[in-house]
């Protein structure tokens, strides 16, 4: 074979070899569209310090089915209720799993928690355990006498505040009072009895979860270079992670030596402990501590940060503020505190919580997931391995979906079109706490508590700004969790008859 016969050969080796790959790899020309990025670090510099306002800004751009590479990942961001319904509904099998970065191995103990665990047999455990013991309707119901007496707690204190002049720091009161409800059904006993210093040092440590937890970290997205740990997140977990294993081990061990004395009435942690010395090793110790960290990180820190937006908006906006005045004195009086059975006969103050979770949804780029194996999606290839972002903040602002979103505005929760509208993951358009089978475990709780706490609040006060403040700050911090950057700080009177606060 002479040499222009091998080089023929070799050039129509190589021709078929590139005809194949085009067809084979279809993702290269129909992956959604999207920024182009750099070398290496793909589009990750475009995130910046606050990733679902720039991710936001980028669907406008490029649509709100985008692809980037971020690093080494494929990454696609659904920004519309009906891109986010393809994902969670249609798809929601393919993306039942959590990609397992720095935050799940070394804050929550390597996944081994019911948010990050791999879907399975043990995930469903843990979600079962729940669900019956704890964030499932009748559990709820069980233990709503704990809410009533912890909200008796905090409203005294709020009047004893205002009684002295003294401004109220709602996030500190907050998870005061929400850490020792989850104490209560949790522990038997309340975590914090009087607020100070350990209850103001743990909502710290919740607050700095949530936020380091919700970092871009370079070497989730180069896994390369992750040993590295070019902007210290990891050593800030580690640190992070041991402080609570040690509050965490604490609570087993006293709870355990003092397990005799509830064999009558076993509380939740006794229901887990029971389960996991019967489970022949299905439910380890390390997923007893994992789950508790849940419950009193994720559980607390979501709602109170829910409530604090409601509030801010409504001393922001005194009509507000007045109008809910008005219907709870019409419903309810002001000789009592609201009780749970009110709510359903207040809309305004349903609409407020809906409001506050459409504008200020707790976690704004929801928790990422994998895709198990390729797929299309609106005509578009979605490789193995692809991380998915559901932008629930761009949602929630979406002027396509929502009229004037930038406002804060109830009252469009009672039109006719969006009064029956839930935030319970059927409704695409209001999805705070994600959709699917890794949905929120604790999306009923966490609507119960808003409304409870957020309808307590404003019914037995009236709120105001400090002396000299004109409007409050409503800068936001990224996080797991979607903080204020300045936290609230306001002036509460008393509104109601004396006697409604002794109980």
């Keep these: 074979m002479g040499f222009g016969s091998v080089a023929a050969a070799t050039l129509l080796f190589f021709i078929t070899r590139l005809f194949i790959s085009a067809f084979s790899k279809p993702f290269r020309k129909h992956l959604p569209p999207g920024p182009r990025g750099w070398p290496v670090i793909g589009a990750l510099p475009l995130l910046g310090d606050m990733p679902h306002v720039q991710l936001a800004k980028l669907a406008k751009k490029y649509g709100p089915f985008m692809h980037l590479k971020l690093g080494t990942c494929n990454v696609v961001v659904a920004s519309s209720p009906d ?65 009533v007496v912890e909200l008796g707690h905090m409203s005294r204190e709020i009047c004893r505040l ?77 640190r992070l992670h041991k402080k609570f294993d040690v509050l965490l081990t604490k609570m087993i061990e006293e709870h355990t030596e003092s397990a005799h004395k509830r064999q009558a009435k076993p509380d939740f942690l006794d229901t887990l ?16 501590k994992a789950l508790l960290l849940n419950l009193f990180t994720a559980g607390t820190d979501t709602s109170s940060s829910a409530i604090e937006w409601a509030l801010a908006e409504m001393i922001n906006k005194p009509s507000i503020l007045k109008r809910s005045h008005e219907e709870m004195d019409r419903v309810i009086g002001r000789d009592r505190r609201l009780e749970e059975s009110d709510i359903p006969k207040l809309p305004y103050l349903q609409a407020i919580a809906k409001e506050a979770f459409r504008k200020h949804p707790s976690t704004p780029l929801n928790l990422p997931r994998v895709s198990n194996k390729a797929c299309e999606v609106n005509g578009y290839y979605i490789p193995k391995n692809t991380r998915l972002m559901v932008n629930i903040w761009a949602i929630g602002r979406d002027p396509s979906v929502w009229e004037n979103p930038l406002e804060f505005i109830p009252e469009r929760f009672l039109s006719p079109d969006k009064q029956k509208m839930e935030a319970r993951g059927n409704d695409f358009e209001l999805i705070p706490f994600g959709s699917g089978r890794r949905i929120c475990a604790g999306v009923r709780m966490g609507i119960v508590m808003v409304e409870y706490i957020l309808g307590t609040l404003v019914h037995s006060f009236d709120w105001k700004l400090p002396d000299g403040v004109v409007k409050l700050n409503m800068d936001e911090t990224f996080g797991l969790a979607l903080q204020k950057s300045v936290p609230l700080s306001a002036m509460a009177t008393p509104r109601l008859s004396p006697a409604a606060y002794v109980a």
Excluded: C
Aim: without cysteine; glycine residues 8%; neutral net charge.
């Design 273 to 288: 402990l029971i389960a996991s010395r019967e489970s022949s090793g299905s439910l380890s110790m390390i997923n007893v």
């Design 83 to 147: 891109v986010a319904r393809a994902f969670l509904k249609t798809l929601d099998t393919n993306f039942s799993n959590r990609p397992i970065h720095a935050g799940p191995t070394h804050l929550a103990y390597d996944a081994q928690d019911l948010v990050f665990a791999e879907y399975g047999p043990k995930w469903r455990l843990l979600r079962k355990l729940s669900d019956l013991h704890m964030l499932g309707r009748r559990a709820l119901d069980d233990w709503s006498h704990v809410r």
């Design 162 to 238: 205002s009684g002295r002049g003294e401004p109220v720091a709602l996030p500190d009161m907050l998870s005061h009072a929400m850490v020792n409800m989850m104490g209560q059904v949790i522990l038997s006993k309340r975590v914090f009895p009087d607020k100070g210093s350990e209850s103001n040092e743990f909502k710290d440590m919740v607050v700095e979860l949530m936020t380091t937890a919700g970092y871009f970290n370079i070497g989730d997205f180069i896994p390369s270079i992750a040993w590295m740990d070019l902007q210290g997140i990891e050593r800030g977990m580690k």
